[in-house]
């Protein structure tokens, strides 16, 4: 069977040329990056080059780039190893989950949160943030674009805000990174999460920016690697594939290959919308990553398209799977103001590197019939007119 | 378009479904694996009287990892479908509605009728299976005379489920599928450990899914907390068969009918629970003797074998899932009322339990005692 894969939001292949240069590192070149000879210089040099590239792809320093595990554990080195009991802290209520849930778990530590609402287009309003600052506030935490719609927040009109107020501002870009360019000396933030395998990087490898005289706790203790602020013998095949996807991600945004992926991203929802009745474009007339749109396609349940389409080889992905791999209706749809209805009707559709537009012709000849076909077995479909059984 | 040769397995994690998806597998068949989420075991987790999660219970995580690896094994597509408010309206607040009011509600029908053999039947035709398939000790056959689908007990007799699937209608019947109906439980688990399964020596699970240790008064509490409501006032008078108050009791839904212990008052002879009033919170108490009765009425009743009940019919009817059926007589004596007459007066017919009509190993269909 033909499977196309448009769910690379949750995450993306490895590129052949990440492979290539993560290769060597895992026999040949196989040092402890701490090790004073050869074996550990050779490892060392590796990820020194890494750590250039990542800051090449955020426009900052080298020694500004904190090697993680992932994406969620650079939100959590950012939040938790700021905050301290007795601040405040500001965050939006459409943040991923590692962002979330950390400042949920802070908010019933005793520290104060105030979660910022979007509008129906998914934006955090600048004038809303302004107003929710306290003399206690910490920290500002607010993601640069969201992992199931895409939509783009005003980040820099944040960083303002925050460098007025003298207080942090993080911003979780995990979805933005190698999708739209990222200056982190412009957007004035001083903390910023990226995750390698959203971009063609393998799984468990990620980066926080940390700009230059920021004080962190470290999560972890241990060693002094990292310039003591991610204790743990560094991955160094994970770290050098991130440099090399990073490095892509440069060259890809200086050939425009992003205004390339909008217009087959454009494609697929003009034809989707063009031949599916009662479907709309979630956090649309807000700026968007090119790669990413969220469709509703009302009367029906996400989760079962999800399952049909998949079965039939098109793996797309709808709202967040808690722990049993069900699907939780989305967060951030509810707080864009869509009726839980509404909420689980929607699907993600996120494109990669690797799609094509016989990919996008696939999908949108796919999704006609099964809309369809889950809409006659829908109780909540109220039909216009009877049809033959 | 459907398959036909598509079919959705309801899978619990379970030694049973497990086997009907490798079964089905085997034979060819192009198998979904499909586990519904119904119940999220930490929502009430560590709240006053409730344990911390447990595992090994409908819906934890340890079924849907049990679950999965089958489907890995035996390499068919595997998906857990979030049902959860449904199940809650459907059954839960039932549930909690009828304990509250001194019924003894079986929340495994209502399971049955309002989700497996409905929400997950619709999921499945939408996903393009054309039936379901499940770990169910029953068997459905068509009855070509009448042309009806039949419902019937299963070669395993002791693990006869009949009993809770009496609310199946014609149209679910006919997309459903017991594979296990012709075999006993040692012959599944044999065909288990065949298959490869690690699951085949998995204990059967018994207590009711969303109920930790069955403990059903602290379920009570730790849900209306979580809901924000308060505990009704359920405690009331004990009182004779001819209305004397002989004593207080500490709320309704500490009682079922037949119960003799922990009444709370001494007497010379030993009391029994003969009704629990509703209305006026009374516990009416007495004789051993007069839990003995004849008659019963049935509400919400589902008719399988017969379309419909025109005279009066001879049958068996098991009034708990562990009674011996016992042979009456039923009649129609309303739009949705039937009178049941047993030949020999029955111990503690409960209402709020489901009342199942059997001629022979036929399901003749069932309905709610009330």
Same mark, same amino acid.
């Given at each position: 069977?033909?499977?196309?894969?448009?769910?690379?939001? %949750?995450?993306?292949?490895?590129?052949?040329?990440?492979?290539?240069?993560?290769?060597?590192?895992?026999?040949?070149?196989?040092?402890?990056?701490?090790?004073?000879?050869?074996? @550990?210089?050779?490892?060392?040099?590796?990820?020194?080059?890494?750590?250039?590239?990542?800051?090449?792809?955020? @426009?900052?320093?080298?020694?500004?780039?904190?090697?993680?595990?992932?994406?969620?554990?650079?939100?959590?080195?950012?939040? +938790?190893?700021?905050?301290?009991? $007795?601040?405040?802290?500001?965050?939006?209520?459409?943040?991923?989950?590692?962002?979330?849930?950390?400042?949920?778990?802070?908010?019933?530590?005793?520290?104060?949160?105030?979660?910022?609402?979007?509008?129906?287009?998914?934006?955090?309003?600048? !004038?809303?943030?302004?107003?929710?600052?306290?003399?206690?506030?910490?920290? *500002?935490?607010?993601?640069?674009?969201?992992?199931?719609?895409?939509?783009?927040?005003?980040?820099?009109? +944040?960083?303002?805000?925050?460098?007025?107020?003298?207080?942090?501002?993080?911003?979780?870009?995990?979805?933005?990174?190698?999708?739209?360019?990222?200056?982190?000396?412009?957007?004035?933030?001083?903390?910023?999460?990226?995750?390698?395998?959203?971009?063609?990087?393998?799984?468990?490898?990620?980066?926080?920016?940390?700009?230059?005289?920021?004080?962190?706790?470290?999560?972890?203790?241990?060693?002094?690697?990292?310039?003591?602020?991610?204790?743990?013998?560094?991955?160094?095949?994970?770290?050098?594939?991130?440099?090399?996807? %990073?490095?892509?991600?440069?060259?890809?945004?200086?050939?425009?290959?992003?205004?390339?992926?909008?217009?087959?991203?454009?494609?697929? /929802?003009?034809?989707?919308?063009?031949?599916?009745?009662?479907?709309?474009?979630?956090? %649309?007339?807000?700026?968007?990553?090119?790669?990413?749109?969220?469709?509703?396609?009302?009367?029906?349940?996400?989760?079962?398209?999800?399952?049909?389409?998949?079965?039939?080889?098109?793996?797309?992905?709808?709202?967040?799977?808690?722990?049993?791999?069900?699907?939780?209706?989305?967060?951030?749809?509810?707080?864009?103001?869509?009726?839980?209805?509404?909420?689980? %009707?929607?699907?993600?559709?996120?494109?990669?590197?690797?799609?094509?537009?016989?990919?996008?012709?696939?999908?949108?000849? &796919?999704?006609?019939?099964?809309?369809?076909?889950?809409?006659?077995?829908?109780?909540?479909?109220?039909?216009?007119?009877?049809?033959?059984? | 378009?459907?398959?036909?040769?598509?079919?959705?397995?309801?899978?619990?994690?379970?030694?049973?479904?497990?086997?009907?998806?490798?079964?089905?597998?085997?034979?060819?068949?192009?198998?979904?694996?499909?586990?519904?989420?119904?119940?999220?075991?930490?929502?009430?987790?560590?709240?006053?009287?409730?344990?911390?999660?447990?595992?090994?219970?409908?819906?934890?995580? !340890?079924?849907?990892?049990?679950?999965?690896?089958?489907?890995?094994?035996?390499?068919?597509?595997?998906? *857990?479908?979030?049902?959860?408010?449904?199940?809650?309206?459907?059954?839960?607040?039932?549930?909690?509605?009828?304990?509250?009011?001194?019924?003894?509600?079986?929340?495994?029908?209502?399971?049955?009728?309002? &989700?497996?053999?409905?929400?997950?039947?619709?999921?499945?035709?939408?996903?393009?299976? !054309?039936?379901?398939?499940?770990?169910?000790?029953?068997?459905?056959?068509?009855?070509?005379?009448?042309?009806?689908?039949?419902?019937?007990?299963?070669?395993?007799?002791?693990?006869?489920?009949?009993?809770?699937?009496?609310?199946?209608?014609?149209?679910?019947?006919?997309?459903?599928?017991?594979?296990?109906?012709?075999?006993?439980?040692?012959?599944?688990?044999?065909?288990?450990?065949?298959?490869?399964?690690?699951?085949?020596?998995?204990?059967?699970?018994?207590?009711?899914?969303?109920?930790?240790?069955?403990?059903?008064?602290? +379920?009570?509490?730790?849900?209306?907390?979580?809901?924000?409501?308060?505990?009704?006032?359920?405690?009331?008078? &004990?009182?004779?068969?001819? $209305?004397?108050?002989?004593?207080?009791?500490?709320?309704?839904?500490?009682?079922?009918?037949?119960?003799?212990?922990?009444?709370?008052?001494?007497?010379?002879?030993?009391?029994?629970?003969?009704?629990?009033?509703? !209305?006026?919170?009374?516990?009416?108490?007495?004789?051993?003797?007069?839990?003995?009765?004849?008659?019963?009425?049935?509400?919400?009743?589902?008719?399988?074998?017969?379309?419909?009940?025109?005279?009066?019919?001879?049958?068996?009817?098991?009034?708990?899932?562990?009674?011996?059926?016992?042979?009456?007589?039923?009649?129609?004596?309303?739009?949705? /009322?039937?009178?049941?007459?047993?030949?020999?007066?029955?111990?503690?017919?409960?209402?709020?339990?489901?009342?199942?009509?059997?001629? $022979?190993?036929?399901?003749?269909?069932?309905?709610?005692?009330?």
């Amino acid at each position: 069977m033909r499977r196309v894969y448009l769910d690379n939001n %949750a995450t993306t292949p490895v590129l052949p040329e990440v492979l290539d240069a993560m290769r060597p590192y895992y026999a040949e070149h196989f040092g402890n990056a701490s090790s004073i000879h050869h074996h @550990g210089q050779e490892t060392r040099g590796a990820v020194e080059r890494a750590r250039e590239s990542v800051a090449t792809l955020l @426009g900052c320093r080298p020694a500004e780039v904190v090697f993680t595990s992932g994406g969620t554990e650079a939100d959590n080195l950012a939040i +938790f190893g700021l905050v301290q009991s $007795g601040d405040h802290v500001i965050t939006s209520t459409i943040e991923h989950h590692a962002v979330l849930n950390s400042c949920k778990h802070l908010h019933e530590k005793g520290v104060e949160v105030t979660f910022l609402p979007v509008d129906g287009r998914g934006l955090v309003d600048p !004038d809303d943030l302004r107003r929710a600052l306290r003399p206690n506030t910490k920290l *500002v935490t607010i993601m640069f674009a969201n992992n199931e719609t895409g939509v783009i927040q005003p980040v820099e009109e +944040f960083g303002k805000i925050c460098a007025e107020a003298d207080v942090y501002f993080h911003s979780d870009a995990v979805q933005a990174a190698s999708k739209i360019p990222i200056r982190v000396k412009e957007i004035g933030c001083d903390l910023l999460s990226i995750s390698g395998h959203k971009f063609n990087a393998p799984q468990g490898v990620g980066a926080l920016y940390v700009r230059k005289g920021t004080t962190l706790d470290p999560l972890f203790f241990g060693g002094s690697h990292e310039r003591s602020r991610r204790a743990g013998t560094e991955n160094v095949p994970g770290i050098v594939g991130l440099g090399k996807a %990073a490095e892509l991600a440069v060259k890809a945004l200086a050939n425009g290959e992003d205004t390339e992926m909008a217009s087959l991203r454009d494609r697929l /929802e003009r034809a989707i919308l063009g031949s599916v009745e009662s479907a709309g474009v979630n956090g %649309a007339g807000a700026p968007r990553v090119p790669n990413t749109t969220n469709i509703y396609f009302d009367y029906i349940e996400g989760e079962a398209l999800v399952i049909t389409l998949d079965l039939k080889g098109l793996a797309v992905s709808t709202g967040a799977a808690c722990s049993s791999g069900a699907i939780e209706p989305s967060h951030v749809l509810t707080a864009m103001g869509l009726l839980p209805d509404r909420a689980r %009707a929607s699907i993600r559709f996120s494109l990669g590197k690797q799609n094509t537009s016989g990919d996008v012709d696939f999908a949108t000849q &796919l999704l006609p019939a099964s809309v369809e076909r889950l809409r006659e077995l829908s109780p909540l479909y109220n039909r216009k007119s009877p049809v033959p059984s | 378009m459907p398959d036909q040769n598509t079919i959705a397995v309801a899978m619990s994690g379970g030694v049973d479904s497990s086997t009907v998806a490798a079964m089905l597998r085997a034979e060819g068949r192009n198998v979904v694996g499909l586990t519904m989420q119904l119940w999220n075991q930490r929502r009430l987790a560590g709240r006053e009287g409730m344990p911390e999660a447990v595992a090994g219970r409908c819906c934890s995580l !340890d079924d849907v990892y049990d679950a999965r690896r089958v489907a890995e094994t035996i390499g068919i597509p595997y998906y *857990v479908v979030n049902h959860e408010d449904r199940f809650e309206r459907d059954v839960v607040r039932p549930f909690v509605k009828e304990y509250l009011s001194g019924r003894t509600p079986i929340p495994c029908s209502l399971c049955n009728n309002h &989700l497996k053999f409905d929400q997950l039947l619709t999921v499945a035709r939408q996903i393009g299976a !054309d039936s379901v398939a499940t770990g169910h000790y029953a068997r459905v056959e068509f009855d070509h005379s009448n042309e009806r689908w039949l419902l019937k007990r299963p070669t395993d007799r002791s693990k006869d489920q009949t009993y809770f699937l009496f609310g199946l209608t014609q149209e679910q019947l006919s997309r459903t599928l017991f594979p296990l109906g012709g075999m006993t439980k040692p012959e599944v688990r044999e065909l288990a450990r065949k298959y490869g399964l690690a699951l085949a020596e998995k204990p059967d699970s018994q207590e009711i899914c969303f109920v930790p240790g069955g403990d059903y008064k602290n +379920f009570l509490d730790a849900y209306l907390a979580e809901q924000g409501e308060l505990f009704p006032e359920t405690a009331g008078e &004990l009182v004779t068969t001819d $209305g004397r108050i002989i004593g207080e009791h500490s709320g309704i839904h500490n009682f079922t009918v037949g119960q003799r212990k922990g009444l709370g008052v001494a007497t010379g002879s030993p009391l029994y629970v003969l009704q629990i009033k509703g !209305d006026t919170r009374q516990v009416v108490v007495g004789d051993q003797a007069n839990l003995y009765s004849r008659t019963m009425v049935t509400r919400k009743n589902n008719l399988i074998s017969i379309e419909d009940l025109h005279q009066p019919m001879r049958v068996s009817v098991k009034i708990r899932h562990r009674h011996e059926a016992s042979p009456a007589t039923i009649e129609k004596t309303g739009d949705d /009322e039937i009178r049941v007459t047993f030949d020999d007066p029955q111990r503690a017919i409960t209402p709020g339990q489901a009342a199942v009509f059997y001629d $022979g190993d036929v399901v003749v269909g069932g309905g709610w005692i009330s």
